[in-house]
C-alpha cells in the first residue's frame, strides 16, 4: 500500500519561494510517475505539474514559468517549489501518484498526500 | 485548455435514493485508438485529499462500493450512486487526462435530503 507523506513551510510572504517535499512509503518508486495539484480553500482543484522516474517534467502552462519538480531518488522523495509567489497561491498543496498499469502511466491520481495549507500573506 | 463543467453545483438527494453528477468536457476525451475514455471521477470529504472513485469513465477503483457507477462517452458522462448513504456527502469531481493540463470539474456537491 503506497503512502505519501509531505510537508514544508505553511506561511510564506509574497515574492518568496514555496517549497513542499513528498515522501514516498510502501511502493516502489523508480517506474511511477508523481505530481503535484493544489486547491485554494473553498475551491476546486489545479494541477501543477508532474515528474517521472527518469526526472522529466511537465507544467502546467499557467504555472511554467515559476515551477519547478524535482526528484531525489535516493530517499523516494520528490518536490515542488513555486517561485514569486502572490496571495493567489494560497491553497492546499496536494502530492499524488499517477496511476500505472501495464508499463503506462496516466495523470489520474491514485494515491494522494494529506495536503499543506500554505498560506501567503504580509 | 479543456474546460470541464459539472451539473448541477450542489444536490440533495434522500438516504436510499439515486443520486446522479454530470461532467461535460469542451472536447472529446474519447481516444480512438484504444476506444477509451480519459476521464476520472473523485470523492473529496472536508479536511480530506479526493479519492479516486472511476476512472476509464466507467471502471471502479478497487475497494469502491458497487452502488457508484460511472458512464458516458465522448463529452457527456455521469457519475450515478444508486442508493445514496450517509457516508456518500461529499463534494464529487470528474477530470479528463486526455490533454494536458489534466483538468478538473468545479465540483458537486452532494448532501442528504
Known amino acids: 500500500q503506497v503512502q505519501l507523506q509531505q510537508w514544508g513551510a505553511g506561511l510564506l510572504k509574497p515574492s518568496e519561494t514555496l517549497s513542499l517535499t513528498c515522501a514516498v512509503y510502501?511502493?516502489?518508486?523508480?517506474?511511477?510517475?508523481w505530481s503535484w495539484i493544489r486547491q485554494p480553500p473553498g475551491k476546486g482543484l489545479e494541477w501543477i505539474g508532474e515528474?517521472?522516474?527518469?526526472?522529466?517534467?511537465t507544467y502546467n502552462p499557467s504555472l511554467k514559468s515559476r515551477v519547478t519538480i524535482s526528484l531525489d531518488t535516493s530517499k523516494n522523495q520528490f518536490s515542488l517549489r513555486l517561485s514569486s509567489v502572490t496571495a493567489a497561491d494560497t491553497a492546499v498543496y496536494y502530492c499524488a501518484s499517477l496511476y500505472c498499469s501495464g508499463g503506462a502511466c496516466y495523470s489520474f491520481f491514485d494515491y494522494w498526500g494529506q495536503g499543506n495549507l500554505v498560506t501567503v500573506s504580509s | 485548455d479543456i474546460v470541464m463543467t459539472q451539473s448541477p453545483d450542489s444536490l440533495a438527494v434522500s438516504l436510499g435514493e439515486r443520486a446522479t453528477i454530470n461532467c461535460k468536457s469542451s472536447?472529446?476525451?474519447?481516444?480512438?485508438?484504444?476506444?477509451?475514455?480519459?476521464l476520472a471521477w473523485y470523492q473529496q470529504k472536508p479536511g480530506q485529499p479526493p479519492k479516486l472513485l472511476i476512472y476509464w469513465a466507467s471502471t471502479r477503483e478497487s475497494g469502491v462500493p458497487d452502488r457508484f457507477s460511472g458512464s458516458g462517452s465522448g463529452t457527456d458522462f455521469t457519475l450515478t450512486i444508486s442508493s445514496l448513504q450517509a457516508e456518500d456527502v461529499a463534494v464529487y469531481y470528474c477530470?479528463?487526462?486526455?490533454?494536458?493540463?489534466?483538468?478538473f470539474g468545479q465540483g458537486t456537491k452532494l448532501e442528504i435530503k
Open positions: 515528474i517521472n522516474h527518469s526526472g522529466s517534467t
Open positions: 477530470q479528463q487526462y486526455y490533454y494536458t493540463p489534466p483538468g
Open positions: 510502501g511502493g516502489s518508486f523508480s517506474g511511477y510517475y
Open positions: 472536447q472529446s476525451v474519447l481516444y480512438s485508438s484504444n476506444n477509451k475514455n480519459y
